[in-house]
């Protein structure tokens, strides 16, 4: 069985297809996503400061990844980007930035994913694809599953304000946001 704490060595680098140039300046779409926590949530009306990881699909250590999930770029490291963002959240109260993970699975896998390693944030499920749609989301498609590319968006009143795109390694992802936010009070 594959570890999906760990991020394997030789995996391939993701290269910027421009997927995510057209968000940067744009309006998160006013649409209710499911939460970890049993509420909905409605990205597009939160005031202050966001930071929405987006992530393809998060392991569970009794079901295989699919065939070839290693060898596409960008896909691996759910697991550990999510327990980096675990292990800076501290960090991300202090400054006044919710978090938010965010994946086009169900409500239902996604909670385990959040019982299983204690995420003190809730992750948003677009199963139905509507923010994705609505702002144009960079996807891939893997065993007829529709998955986001990896990309994390800073978000402020509702507004994207910067976006990391491609993320590699997924476990770096919160240490480039944080030099973000240190970068803007400079």
Known sequence: MTDINKLPENL???????????????KIASIELR??????????SIKGKVVIYCYP?????????????????????????SCSYKDHYKEFQELGVEVYGLSTQTTDYQKEMVDRLSLPFNVLSDSQMELTQAINLPTFVV????????????????????????????????????????????
């Open 143 to 186: 065993t007829g599953m529709v998955l986001l590319k990896r990309l994390t968006m800073v978000v402020e009143d509702s507004v994207i304000k910067s976006v990391h795109y491609p993320v590699f390694p997924s476990d770096s992802d919160p240490d480039w946001v944080l030099d973000y936010f240190g970068k803007m009070s400079t």
């Open 35 to 44: 939460s970890t926590n049993g509420l909905k949530v409605d990205l597009g």
């Open 57 to 81: 699909m998060t392991g569970r250590p009794d079901v295989p990844l699919p065939d070839g999930w290693n060898e596409i770029p960008g896909a691996r490291g759910c697991t550990p980007q």
């Open 12 to 26: 391939p680098v993701p290269e910027d297809d421009g997927g995510s140039a057209h968000l940067i300046g744009s």
